[in-house]
């Protein structure tokens, strides 16, 4: 995965574990730049379960659908059964003399079937497993990736993501990307995080938070996009921890780009699906958000 060749100033919000409020912060500073005039693109990489959408309280509309390799025996089929040997997900069970038996919730699309088949006996064909949709709120144009329930390939729905979006960046001029991507540290983040110039890692201050985040600020270093990597501690007086991040910020040359406290109109914002800034413009917990905001408003122009 390389980055988009359209390429604008990318900032990826990632987190090591579920729950820390990454995309609380995604959206919000989303809502920021478009605020201030920037014309904002936003990936929802979180295929598995998007729900940038319900925070921003956006109407979305279905415009493609993900297809995986399937495949299909013709009358070739000689039941060989090497087809089996070679399936790793044990997606075909072979039935001497007849066509293999699929399975095609367990096939994995990587057409190694196709590949080792002398009869050329497998043709390809297709199979749903996720779809993008698109919509808008706040002049912020949503991009988002749906897997299928059941499906297990959710790093080719996020390369579809980023693929429609290198579609419409030839149509339309934006002036800031945002990815929001799925929480841990596995192959679909490697593809939603990889070329991005800026990398926000959201955390909190609990022993789970601080062993994720290293997972993740690991996974940062061997990326070849090379991002600046940055940590942001949400609910950042849940507890008292703060020396574990000092020695994080050395380890793995990542920089605390800032600290969000607990907040009462966070919590309620996040509730009605709209940003904390929208709803309560006059809360303390906005100074946090901006001060953020004009860090990376910095580092990008």
């Given at each position: ?6 390429h604008?100033?990318?900032?990826a ?8 409020g990454?995309?609380?912060v ?11 005039g ?10 598995d379960?998007?729900n940038?959408?319900?925070?921003l ?13 399937l ?17 790793q ?14 399975f ?12 080792v088949?002398k ?7 297709l199979?749903?497993i ?15 990736g749906?897997?299928e329930?059941g499906?297990p ?13 290198e579609e419409q960046?030839k ?10 991507t ?6 679909d ?8 110039d800026?990398?926000?890692s959201?955390?909190e201050?609990?022993?789970?938070g601080?062993h994720d ?19 942001l ?12 991040f ?5 380890e793995y ?8 406290p ?7 914002s996040y509730?009605?699906?709209?940003p904390?800034?929208?709803k ?6 906005n100074?946090q ?13």
């Amino acid at each position: 995965m390389k980055r988009l060749k359209n390429h604008l100033p990318t900032i990826a919000i990632t987190g090591g574990k579920g729950g820390t409020g990454k995309t609380t912060v995604a959206i919000n500073l989303a809502y920021l730049f478009s605020k201030q005039g920037h014309k904002v693109m936003f990936l929802d990489c979180d295929v598995d379960a998007p729900n940038a959408a319900i925070l921003l309280s956006a109407d979305l509309k279905e415009v493609k659908k993900v297809e995986s390799f399937l495949p299909r025996f013709n009358e070739n089929c000689n039941g060989c059964g090497d087809c089996q040997s070679v399936c790793q997900p044990h997606a075909l069970l072979n039935i001497p003399e007849k066509q293999p038996l699929l399975f095609p919730e367990m096939c994995t699309g990587c057409e190694a079937c196709r590949i080792v088949c002398k009869q050329n006996a497998v043709e390809p064909d297709l199979k749903v497993i996720g779809k993008i949709l698109v919509g808008t709120e706040y002049g912020i144009d949503l991009i988002v990736g749906q897997l299928e329930i059941g499906e297990p390939k959710s790093a080719e729905v996020v390369r579809a993501v980023k693929d429609y979006a290198e579609e419409q960046l030839k149509n339309k001029q934006y002036d800031i990307l945002l990815i929001d991507t799925a929480p841990g540290a596995h192959c679909d983040i490697i593809h939603a995080l990889d070329g991005a110039d800026i990398v926000i890692s959201v955390t909190e201050p609990t022993p789970f938070g601080i062993h994720d985040l290293k997972r993740i600020l690991e996974l940062i270093t061997f990326l070849s996009s090379k991002p600046t990597s940055n940590i942001l501690i949400n609910r950042s007086n849940l507890t008292k921890q703060k020396q574990p991040f000092d020695e994080i910020e050395k380890e793995y040359n990542a920089h605390i780009l800032g600290e969000i406290p607990m907040s009462r109109e966070v919590q309620l914002s996040y509730a009605e699906g709209v940003p904390v800034m929208e709803k309560f413009p006059e809360a303390k917990i906005n100074q946090q958000f901006n001060g953020i905001y004009k860090k990376l408003v910095k580092v990008i122009t």
